[in-house]
T-cell receptor, first 114, second 111 residues
């Protein structure tokens, strides 16, 4: 079955703009988590959605937001982009009602802010 | 930000040898642990997981050991191959709480 699909793969934006990233989880998976990965900070948790509800949130400013649709697809949005938002944004999906289930990652969206 | 594990070190091993990658986790209440492998340009790939009611779990060529007394997790890779070269992350979780990832260990396999 198809894996986690993230679009676009690469994105270049300028400071002050906003961006929307998309994640399609594995069919049947109801939980979608988003992470930011940078060389300096590693994998940092952004938020997690389960059945269209945000269930967990990391320590990121309000410029970072997300949502999940009824088909479990998820989007995350970053407004008023800053240079420091340049990173690989990863989405992971899992089956269960808890995070204690195997999570599968997509290939990520590489965002560059100039 | 929150993190678990060691600052990114590099482990170099010869092809065919066994590799041991270590991780220290932060939350004594964590009850679920995962190891991921990330190759260049790709997202993390699930390798193996373990729950806190176990101290050892084996997969294909991989073994995860959990020592709750000292909050330590390790990943053992048997007969390391060039294709095992990647960055390896450990992650801890508790109930429905978010997973916390370590900064990773780079594994380099040389012939």
């Amino acid at each position: 079955k198809a894996g986690v699909t993230q679009t676009p793969r690469y994105l270049i934006k300028t400071r002050g703009q906003q961006v929307t990233l998309s994640c399609s989880p594995i069919s049947g998976h109801r939980s979608v988590s988003w992470y930011q990965q940078t060389p300096g900070q590693g994998l940092q948790f952004l938020f997690e959605y389960f059945s269209e509800t945000q269930r967990n949130k990391g320590n990121f400013p309000g410029r970072f937001s997300g949502r999940q649709f009824s088909n479990s697809r998820s989007e995350m949005n970053v407004s008023t982009l800053e240079l420091g938002d340049s990173a690989l944004y990863l989405c992971a999906s899992s089956l269960g009602s808890t995070l204690n289930t195997e999570a599968f990652f997509g290939q990520g969206t590489r965002l560059t802010v100039v | 930000g929150e993190s678990v594990g060691l600052h990114l070190p590099t482990l170099s091993v010869q092809e065919g040898d066994n590799s041991i990658i270590n991780c220290a986790y932060s939350n004594s209440a964590s009850d679920y642990f995962i190891w991921y492998k990330q190759e260049s340009g790709k997202g993390p790939q699930f390798i193996i997981d373990i729950r806190s009611n176990m101290d050892k779990r084996q997969g294909q060529r991989v073994t995860v050991l959990l020592n709750k007394t000292v909050k330590h997790l390790s990943l053992q890779i048997a007969a390391t191959q060039p294709g095992d070269s990647a960055v390896y992350f450990c992650a801890e979780g508790y109930n429905t709480d978010k997973l916390i990832f370590g900064t990773g260990t780079r594994l380099q396999v040389f012939p």
